[in-house]
């Protein structure tokens, strides 16, 4: 089972990844199929950013909780998500950053990302997804299986809006040397 869930935590963020390169490369070809899909991209990172995220990790983290039953997944990723967001923020075409702030930035991030991994593990005892926040728990047996999986949608998945607009926001700030950056 660990081995299984580690390849599902490994594989998940990929369709994001992959959908990402393909905008950093195709972006300025005005002949390619999706053009105005890359125009889009290019123009509007934050909501980008948002749309990835909702339907990567809100819909199919989601999907993947209703086939085993558990939201394990989560707690893994609140140690990946800054990571990916740095390196999105400080890649995207548009932005306009100072290198050595970012690389320090991303560095960081990468440390505090490995120490939180580190301790994540450790708890599990070293098993990928062992078993899922205990608040997650305790909300099934509060409110028992009758639309959990529609509630596990509004109340987990959508619920992490909230700390994901803080790192947004902080990793633009860091990120950003100018108050227009990214057209906001």
């Not at 205990?134 to 047996?141: S, Y």
Request: charged letters at 10%; proline letters at 3%.
């Amino acid at each position: 089972m660990a081995f299984k869930n580690a390849l599902i935590a490994l594989m998940a963020p990929l369709p994001s990844i992959f959908f990402y390169i393909s905008f950093l490369n195709h972006y300025q070809n005005d002949q390619h199929l999706l053009s105005p899909l890359w125009n889009w991209c290019y123009r509007h990172p934050l909501i980008l950013a948002n749309t990835i995220f909702f339907l990567n990790i809100d819909v199919g983290f989601w999907l993947i909780s209703l086939l085993q039953s558990s939201n394990w997944m989560i707690d893994l990723y609140w140690t990946v998500i800054p990571v990916l967001l740095a390196h999105y923020f400080a890649s995207h075409p548009d932005g306009e950053y100072n290198m050595w702030r970012s690389a320090v930035v991303v560095g960081l991030t990468w440390v505090w990302a490995v120490r939180l991994t580190h301790n994540y593990l450790r708890r599990e005892k070293w098993q990928w997804g062992a078993r899922e926040d205990w608040r997650f728990t305790d909300m099934a047996q509060q409110h028992g299986q009758t639309g959990g999986g529609f509630r596990s949608l509004v109340f987990i998945s959508f619920s992490r809006y909230s700390y994901l607009e803080y790192v947004y926001l902080y990793t633009l700030s860091t990120q950003s040397t100018s108050q227009s950056t990214y057209g906001t």
